[in-house]
């Protein structure tokens, strides 16, 4: 069946300005995460969404980061006046229930701030 | 805090030859401990999870151990096509079901 998958799978922008990163969970999957990757970094945890509930935005590095999650279904990660600092690949995750269930990555959007 | 190290942050082997990868955390209460392999420019990809002290799991070559310490991957007779980089993150009690991973370990199986 389909896995996660992730758009743009690579993505330059210049400082300043803002982009919009998506994510299509696997169909059914009720959790969702994202996470960052930087170079010679481990994976950063950003934020969590879990059904209906208020999702877990504790890993949000700055406000100038936010995202939401329509439907129940897809998720679009925000990055307003973004800054070079922000250049990582962002990581996309599905889970089927929350718990301890192992997380299902997408590939990732490399972001690149010029 | 929650910190997760892995090691070591690179190992090259030859096909055939064994070794093992480290992953120490210390955490406040563990509900679940991750193995992942990641291939150059794709997301991770899973492996194992572990519960408990004792617990042990295989799949092909690889075979992860769990201590109140620490973890081990264990690799037997490896591959070129086991070259990888392979991550262990961690489920803690109290923080949701987020993961916290450490850096990775590097692995390169040469023929």
């Known amino acids: 069946g389909a896995g996660v998958s992730q758009s743009p799978s690579n993505k330059v922008t210049e400082k300043g300005k803002d982009v919009e990163l998506r994510c299509d969970p696997i169909s059914g999957h009720t959790a969702l995460y994202w996470y960052r990757q930087s170079l010679g970094q481990g994976l950063e945890f950003l934020i969590y969404?879990?059904?209906?509930?208020?999702?877990?935005k504790s890993g949000l590095p700055s406000d100038r980061f936010s995202a939401e999650r329509t439907g129940g279904s897809v998720s679009t990660l925000t990055i307003q006046r973004t800054q070079q600092e922000d250049s990582a690949v962002y990581l996309c995750a599905s889970v089927q229930s929350s718990g301890k269930d192992e997380q299902f990555f997408g590939p990732g959007t490399r972001l690149t701030v010029l | 805090e929650d910190q997760v190290t892995q090691s070591p942050e690179a190992l090259r082997l030859q096909e055939g030859e064994s070794s093992s990868l480290n992953c120490s955390y210390t955490?406040?209460?563990?509900?679940?401990l991750f193995w992942y392999r990641q291939d150059p420019g794709k997301g991770p990809e899973f492996l194992f999870t572990?519960?408990?002290a004792g617990e042990e799991k295989e799949k092909e070559r690889l075979k992860a151990t769990l201590t109140k310490k620490e973890s081990f991957l264990h690799i037997t007779a490896p591959k070129p096509e086991d070259s990888a980089t392979y991550l262990c993150?961690?489920?803690?009690?109290?923080?949701?079901?987020?993961?916290?991973f450490g850096e990775g370990t590097q692995l390169t199986v040469n023929p």
């Open positions: 969404f879990q059904g209906n509930s208020a999702p877990d």
């Open positions: 993150a961690v489920q803690v009690r109290g923080s949701g079901s987020r993961l916290t």
């Open positions: 955490v406040s209460g563990l509900r679940g």
């Open positions: 572990l519960y408990s």
